[in-house]
């Protein structure tokens, strides 16, 4: 799998070696309860019409990830919204999903490193994080994710970590060292959407968010691929299975047979 791994413009954190567990997550929609980029296109872009059209078009393979999500965010900027004032308007709106704070605890206090693997931009991820869990925990939870180029004018655009690739950033290469190891972990993958695809099929144990708004892509992905996976609701709900893995109580065949939690 990895002799075709793109090319990475952006450095990668160091791999956390000689762990037994390690969380990656995606960020928008999953760690947060609604998505920052779907947030921007739809209020202050092109609308969530056309976000949702682009969205299904990624999903059904008619369009790449990266040349849809490049369209949704190029028409934040080119309706004149600055990307500071951008910052500003999400540390505002978006929240936290309610397990999470709990889950990261349990997390940091058994040695099992959480890390996000976004397709958002690293500067809009960084400002909400801190303002949603302190800087102290911000700073100590790695971010692999995409950038942004301020253009001299002052508008701006994504900068994918893997811009030859269709996913723009392809999440299996934040997975992949890992496997590599001598003595891998064992993954456990969060997800809720289409940026989530190209991590569906890497990790472990996957969990995927069931979303109240209906726009379940990763769920439909996973089923239409038959990826398995298990389908929660908040961090609170994976925290319970995430343990039961750890302690040795379950295996990741009985929590994925599940499917879903109750
Ligand atoms: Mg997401």
């Not at 891998?184 to 996957?206: E, I, W, Y």
């Amino acid at each position: 799998m990895t002799e075709h791994a793109p090319e990475s413009t952006l450095p990668y954190p160091p791999v956390h070696k000689d762990k037994k567990f390690v969380v990656l997550s995606d960020w928008d929609g999953t760690i947060t309860t609604c998505d920052s980029n779907d947030y921007m296109t739809d209020n202050l872009g092109f609308g969530k019409e056309k976000r949702r059209a682009g969205n299904l078009d990624i999903l059904s393979g008619k369009y790449t990830f990266r040349d849809a999500f490049h369209e949704m965010l190029d028409s934040v900027s080119s309706n004149g919204h600055k990307f500071d004032e951008c910052i500003d308007i999400l540390r505002k709106n978006i929240e936290l999903d309610p397990g999470f704070k709990e889950f990261y605890k349990w997390c940091k206090g058994n040695d099992i490193p959480v890390i996000i693997v976004s397709s958002g931009m690293t500067p809009i991820i960084r400002a909400v994080l801190s303002n949603l869990v302190g800087e102290d925990d911000a700073k100590d939870i790695d971010i692999i994710s995409n950038d942004v180029d301020i253009h001299p004018d002052s508008t701006w655009s994504i900068k994918f970590r893997h811009p030859t690739s269709g996913y723009g950033h392809d999440k299996s290469q934040a997975i992949l060292p890992y496997r590599d190891l001598p003595d891998p972990p064992m993954l456990f993958f969060f997800g809720d959407g289409v940026s989530d695809m190209s991590a569906a099929k890497h990790a472990d144990v996957l969990f995927v968010k069931e979303k109240p708004n209906g726009e379940n892509d990763l769920a439909a992905y996973c089923t239409a691929h038959g990826i398995r996976h298990i389908l929660f609701r908040d961090f609170s709900q994976a925290l319970g299975v995430v343990q039961s893995v750890v302690k040795g109580e379950k295996t990741p065949d009985e929590v994925l047979s599940a499917g879903r939690i109750e």
